[in-house]
């Protein structure tokens, strides 16, 4: 039973942070949502920054499973749409840290220096890819290039949401967002890769275009 509550403590804040903005929930709220004293909360968390502590590994988790790149082959187009479907999922489940980025890793060291350690995994994951795709003969970059193509892609993906809700609106249904990320963050590539290769990820891009 205590274990089911801390589970819906956690489901019912993810859901709030991503509604109404981690900032602007409390444990209060999260309390009252769920129909149990705040007392009862506090048995399972000391506040509410353990529990954006305890979000935040679970998003560690998807994010690093997201990132995994191809074992024993060389990786391919199909596995850069791949990974970028699987990311772009991971920070819609959890846009609350997206959202309200800056400030949650501004209160909280912990926090800035693991979400660095995601930035640089993601880092090098996107880095083995585009390598590996030099190495394949289906693009051509320089090592310099590549570095810029990294840091491109990061920018991109990681304030994606802020932008798009600036841009077109919030009330855009998530696979139109999520669409337009992937769509931007595929066609980086496109300078760079072989005749063919570009055919093939103006397809690959093209099912994300909304």
Same mark, same amino acid.
């Given at each position: 039973? /205590?274990?089911?509550?801390?589970?819906?403590?956690?489901?019912?804040?993810?859901? #709030?942070?991503?509604?109404?903005?981690?900032?602007?929930?409390?444990?209060?709220?999260?309390?009252?949502?769920?129909?149990?004293? &705040?007392?009862?909360?506090? !048995?399972?968390?000391?506040?509410?920054?353990?529990?954006?502590?305890?979000?935040?590994?679970? !998003?560690?988790?998807?994010?690093?499973?997201?990132?995994?790149? &191809?074992?024993?082959?060389? &990786?391919?187009?199909?596995? @850069?749409?791949?990974?970028?479907?699987?990311?772009?999922?991971? #920070?819609?489940?959890?846009?609350? =840290?997206?959202?309200?980025?800056?400030?949650?890793?501004? +209160?909280?060291?912990?926090?800035?220096?693991?979400?660095?350690?995601?930035?640089?995994? /993601?880092?090098?994951?996107?880095?083995?890819?585009?390598?590996?795709? @030099?190495?394949?003969?289906?693009?051509?970059? $320089? $090592?310099?290039?590549?570095?810029? =193509?990294? *840091? $491109?892609?990061?920018?991109?993906?990681?304030?994606? =949401?802020? !932008?798009?809700? @600036?841009?077109?609106?919030?009330?855009?249904?998530? &696979?139109?967002? =999520?669409?337009?990320?992937?769509?931007?963050?595929?066609?980086?590539?496109?300078?760079?890769? +072989?005749? /063919? *290769?570009? /055919?093939?990820?103006?397809?690959?891009?093209?099912?994300?275009?909304?």
């Amino acid at each position: 039973m /205590a274990r089911r509550t801390r589970e819906r403590i956690l489901e019912t804040s993810l859901a #709030m942070f991503n509604a109404a903005g981690e900032p602007n929930v409390t444990t209060n709220h999260i309390a009252d949502e769920l129909g149990i004293s &705040p007392g009862n909360l506090y !048995y399972h968390f000391r506040n509410k920054d353990d529990i954006v502590g305890q979000l935040f590994a679970r !998003y560690e988790q998807r994010m690093d499973e997201a990132l995994t790149a &191809p074992q024993q082959r060389l &990786p391919d187009l199909e596995d @850069v749409w791949l990974q970028l479907h699987l990311v772009f999922e991971c #920070m819609w489940d959890f846009r609350f =840290l997206y959202r309200d980025l800056v400030d949650i890793l501004a +209160r909280n060291r912990t926090l800035r220096l693991r979400f660095g350690r995601v930035l640089e995994r /993601a880092a090098g994951a996107a880095r083995q890819v585009l390598h590996g795709l @030099v190495e394949s003969g289906a693009m051509r970059a $320089s $090592s310099s290039e590549i570095e810029a =193509l990294v *840091e $491109s892609i990061l920018l991109i993906a990681t304030f994606w =949401l802020d !932008y798009d809700a @600036v841009r077109h609106g919030a009330t855009r249904e998530q &696979p139109q967002r =999520l669409a337009r990320g992937i769509h931007q963050v595929m066609l980086l590539l496109a300078p760079y890769l +072989r005749e /063919a *290769e570009r /055919a093939h990820l103006t397809g690959l891009a093209g099912a994300y275009r909304a």
